[in-house]
């Protein structure tokens, strides 16, 4: 072993370099100062837009959380999912002055929102976002063919 790898000193574990790499390439920080947490790293400039996504329910006629809406931001591949409880948040790095949002659900109808006046804070809470259910329309026929039973041989003894 030569003297400059002995004076070589690593501060985080081997096995844990392809971790910490893997989290630079996504942005992220490896932070081992208690232990080993992943932080994001958020830009100053970094837009952070929240919200949640509700619907109403036709049988209660009261809000319910929305979980698993797809939020993304129109014309990248920006985006995220509403959580258990509708809740999403979603941050942008870029320097546009205005954006479009794009929310979409199975059986809903997909919703556009934009945001306009970005330089106004780091944070925009949207509130409330109301998906509205689309309708299932019954100009269509189901057709399901069911194999007749599998006939077996009748052995003899």
């Known amino acids: ?3 400059a790898m002995k004076k070589r000193t690593l501060s985080t574990p081997a096995p844990l370099y392809g971790v910490v790499i893997a989290l630079a390439i996504w942005g992220l920080s ?7 947490s992943i932080m994001p790293t958020i830009k100053p400039d970094t837009l952070v837009i929240k919200g949640i996504v509700q619907y109403v329910n036709d049988r209660t006629k009261t809000m ?4 698993g809406t797809a939020i993304m931001i129109k014309g990248t ?10 809740n999403f948040q979603l941050r ?3 320097d546009r002055d205005s954006l479009t949002l794009v929310l979409s659900h ?3 109808f997909i919703k556009e929102i934009s ?3 970005r330089h106004s804070g780091n944070e925009e809470n949207l509130g409330s976002i109301v998906m509205k259910i689309q309708p299932l329309k019954n100009d269509c026929t189901l057709l399901i063919h069911l194999p007749k039973g599998k006939k077996t041989d009748k052995k003899q003894h």
Do not use: C
């Open 1 to 3: 072993m030569t003297t």
């Open 30 to 36: 490896f932070t081992p100062a208690h232990g080993y």
């Open 77 to 86: 591949r920006i985006g995220v999912a509403s959580n258990e409880n509708g």
């Open 115 to 117: 945001v306009i006046n």
């Open 106 to 108: 199975v059986g809903f």
């Open 92 to 94: 942008d790095a870029s």
């Open 64 to 67: 319910d959380a929305l979980p």
